[in-house]
Nanobody
Framework: QVQLVESGGGLVQPGGSLRLSCTAS????????MGWFRQAPGKEREFVAR????????DYRDSAKGRFTITRDNAKNTVYLQMNSLKPEDTAVYYC??????????????????WGQGTQVTVSS
């Protein structure tokens, strides 16, 4: 079983950047496809980005394309989400999630078995 811990959230002005990290322990990260989700107050948790085990495949929600980049360093057991050109509507708690094989739908909350505790991202002037 893998444990996930997110970090890197904070308060940033519109147009700014943040890099979120998700570090795994208890199991090798390379065994899992990984995803980032977010949840704003009063809204459902939604898919942001995903990356395959090797890092060769990535996908993003439409609003994140061109602004966010998901990467992974399996040697460091860490997944990253680089977020640029942040907007107020990006404000949410961001969660990383791990999906062991057999893999589920990468854009669905139910496709992931393990979740971190989340890190708050606030975009405001």
């Amino acid at each position: 079983q893998v444990q996930l811990v997110e970090s890197g959230g904070g308060l940033v002005q519109p147009g700014g950047s943040l890099r979120l990290s998700c570090t795994a322990s208890g199991s090798a990260l390379e065994d899992y496809a990984m995803g980032w989700f977010r949840q704003a107050p009063g809204k459902e948790r939604e898919f942001v980005a995903r990356i395959s085990r090797s890092g060769g495949f990535t996908d993003y929600r439409d609003s994140a394309k061109g602004r966010f980049t998901i990467t992974r360093d399996n040697a460091k057991n860490t997944v990253y989400l680089q977020m640029n050109s942040l907007k107020p509507e990006d404000t949410a708690v961001y969660y990383c999630a791990a999906d062991p094989p057999p893999f589920g739908r990468y854009d669905d909350v139910g496709g992931y078995d393990y979740w971190g505790q989340g890190t708050q991202v606030t975009v405001s002037s």
